[in-house]
């Protein structure tokens, strides 16, 4: 194993361990003498009655353990909907399992409690909503008379026809009883703060979990103009989403959001980290995305053009990206968006570069065990070739776990319990 691939696996060790979401609230949250600050902004809990703690997403557990660690006793009772559910409750916030990434009526309960928890606060009381990557999965709450199952079938329908996340969204939002805004509005005359973890590129608000705390920016006549471009008919959909419009306007004064983590913080910390090994950093973009063999077409191309001539950075450098990429699955292979960059960028991979693409969640699409990092280098280029690996029949069958498997490429870190969106970054010696 080569220098810049051995020290490839240690920055994807140090940044998994970075972006842990008892990290995040560190570097954010504070609690003295009664007041609780996030990022600045100060909370006087003294004056607030009892404190709820809500929420859902794969880093919640997590966050909502750090919360308890931080406040205590101060915590009067709560609720949390996440994936994986260890056997005991956190002190007063009960902690219940869903499915994800497709919900399930566990889910719609829980939804329902916490739904049901929130309107029960009052204006001395002070909500505390921790909201991370997932959570729209893990809150579903279909408004009466459609069903879960139907509104799953139109997600499906959705993603059939290529929809992007915000129209996805702008449709799950104005189906909801706790999207787009809602479970904020429920909560009403009560002081929320909503502590989000982003996993969603350029961190918008109100798209990030479906924006359960965020006025929604989509209107019905978006969300139909949706259902209509994606040719999806459904009589009960469409009354549904004209019958209830999602808040536009939530009260500053008792409404507080907050991104504590994000990709674009992870981004920064590796390039701190690259800048301590001597690498000369540059930060491409934490927005990519597109077909992911077509952006890594792109990417080693920039690779190139630093080898050949020290631009847009002069070697050694380092080239880190954040973002998430697609893939059009047409084949029956297993794989993920970041495998499938890895095996067309492969051929083009300057001589003596590597490149690490990781899935800060720990798993990378569909595999039959979970891939958290993929690293590349001139070695692998080797293997590759003197097997003789028809590169292009794997990619047609979108099988790139079992292309990259044979080189070695592969890295299992387990679930992180967190999802910061992917991120690549590109060696490149002098």
Do not use: W
Request: proline fraction near 6%.
């Amino acid at each position: 194993m080569n220098e810049q691939k051995i020290y490839l696996e240690k920055l994807a060790k140090e940044v998994l361990e970075y972006i842990k979401p008892h990290n995040f609230i560190r570097n954010n949250v504070t609690y003295r003498a009664g007041k609780l600050t996030v990022q600045g902004k100060v909370f006087n809990l003294k004056k607030k009655n009892r404190i709820i703690v809500v929420g859902a997403g794969k880093a919640t557990l997590e966050m909502a353990e750090s919360m308890h660690k931080l406040l205590k006793n101060r915590i009067t009772t709560g609720y949390i909907s996440v994936p994986h559910a260890p056997q005991k409750n956190i002190g007063p916030i009960l902690v219940r399992r869903a499915s994800h990434p497709l919900p399930n009526q566990e889910g719609v309960k829980n939804a329902k409690a916490i739904l049901n928890l929130v309107k029960s606060a009052d204006k001395d009381d002070m909500v505390i909503c921790l909201m991370s990557g997932g959570g729209s999965a893990l809150l579903p709450y279909p408004i009466p008379p459609l069903t879960l199952r139907q509104k799953v079938s139109i997600t499906n329908q959705l993603l059939r026809c290529s929809a992007d996340i915000k129209e996805i969204n702008s449709i799950r939002k104005h189906l909801s009883l706790v999207k787009g805004g809602r479970l904020a509005q429920a909560a009403m005359p009560a002081e929320l703060i909503a502590i989000y973890i982003s996993d969603v590129i350029g961190d918008p608000l109100d798209v990030i979990a479906s924006g359960p705390t965020v006025a929604d920016k989509s209107s019905s006549t978006d969300a139909l103009a949706v259902l209509q471009r994606c040719g999806i008919h459904s009589d009960l959909a469409e009354k549904i989403i004209k019958q209830n419009e999602t808040p536009y306007y939530l009260e500053p004064k008792n409404v507080h959001n907050f991104i504590i983590g994000s990709n674009s913080q992870a981004l920064k910390y590796i390039k701190r980290l690259l800048n301590k090994k001597g690498f000369r950093p540059l930060m491409l973009t934490s927005r990519l995305f597109g077909e992911s063999r077509e952006a890594a077409l792109v990417l080693s191309s920039i690779a190139q053009e630093v080898v050949d001539s020290g631009q847009p950075v002069r070697a050694p450098a380092a080239l880190i990206i954040g973002g998430e990429t697609t893939v059009t699955v047409k084949g029956k292979g297993k794989g993920g968006r970041n495998q499938e960059f890895a095996v067309a960028c492969l051929p083009h991979l300057p001589e003596r570069c590597a490149a690490l693409l990781l899935a800060t969640d720990g798993v990378d699409g569909i595999t039959p065990r979970p891939v958290a990092a993929v690293i590349i280098d001139d070695t692998a280029q080797k293997i590759y070739k003197k097997k003789r690996l028809p590169l292009m029949d794997y990619l047609k069958n979108n099988d790139s776990y079992h292309f990259l498997k044979q080189l070695g490429c592969l890295r299992e870190y387990g679930e992180t319990g967190t999802n910061v969106g992917d991120l690549i970054v590109f060696l490149i010696p002098k």
